[in-house]
């Protein structure tokens, strides 16, 4: 069963705009996943946060984790087209991937 | 290097026939796990290979599903007697342990369709 969800589901953007998603989850985590999925290159890691981290960059993205709140953050910066793409968090429990359904971002030139 | 590789990319097959489907892992990775995705859904974990350990076949979603592993390498998951609701695209990733705190690498994937 699918344990994250993702908001909002879906998000249009135009290109140099920031998009924003969210993830919630419901049990304790050992980390915390980011996947991408597009049609071109299939599901690719994006970004792992441990569950004593609060924020970590790689290049244009920021993801942030609320272990409190049992929530997680990711920020794309200055979104080009090829970022249009579906993106899913996945709570890791000790190495099995729990995913959630998505946000599918649409990024327009 | 090689990546994770699956086959076959498509199956097409009739209600109540089986179907194997294979996985190939990154070479060094101890750890395999299978998912299934359905059309605009997330991925549904469906069991996870761990080294010599025991697998974890929770989320098997019923008793026509098993899958195998020989040592670290090759993946076969098995669907006896399918079912329309078994068409999803089938999901396969290795990471270089299963303890958690490793990335997974996702295969292609297969995208079975039952008629």
């Known amino acids: 069963s699918q344990q994250g969800e993702e908001d909002p589901q879906a998000l249009s953007i135009q290109e140099g705009e920031n998009a924003t998603m969210n993830c919630s989850y419901k049990t304790s985590i050992n980390n915390l996943q980011w996947y991408r999925q597009n049609s071109g290159r299939g599901l690719v890691h994006l970004i792992l946060i441990r569950s004593n981290e609060r924020e970590k960059h790689s290049g244009r993205l920021r993801v942030t984790l609320d272990t409190s709140k049992k929530s997680s953050s990711l920020l794309i910066t200055a979104s080009r087209a090829a970022d249009t793409a579906s993106y899913f968090c996945a709570e890791d429990s000790w190495g099995k991937l729990q995913f959630g359904a998505g946000t599918q971002v649409v990024v327009t030139p | 290097g090689a990546g994770v590789s699956q086959s076959p990319s498509n199956k097409v097959t009739e209600k109540g026939k089986d179907v194997e489907l294979r996985c190939d892992p990154i070479?060094?990775?101890?750890?395999l796990y299978w998912y299934r995705q359905r059309l605009g859904q997330g991925l549904e974990f469906l069991i996870y290979f761990q080294g010599n350990s025991a697998p974890d076949k929770s989320g098997l979603p019923s008793d026509r599903f098993s899958a195998e592993r020989t040592g670290e390498s090759v993946s076969t998951l098995t669907i006896q007697r399918t079912q329309q609701e078994d068409s999803a695209v089938y999901l396969c990733?290795?990471?270089?342990?299963?303890?958690?705190?490793?990335?997974?690498?996702f295969g292609p994937g297969t995208r079975l369709t039952v008629t």
């Open positions: 990733a290795s990471s270089l342990e299963g303890t958690g705190n490793y990335e997974q690498y």
């Open positions: 070479s060094g990775h101890t750890a």
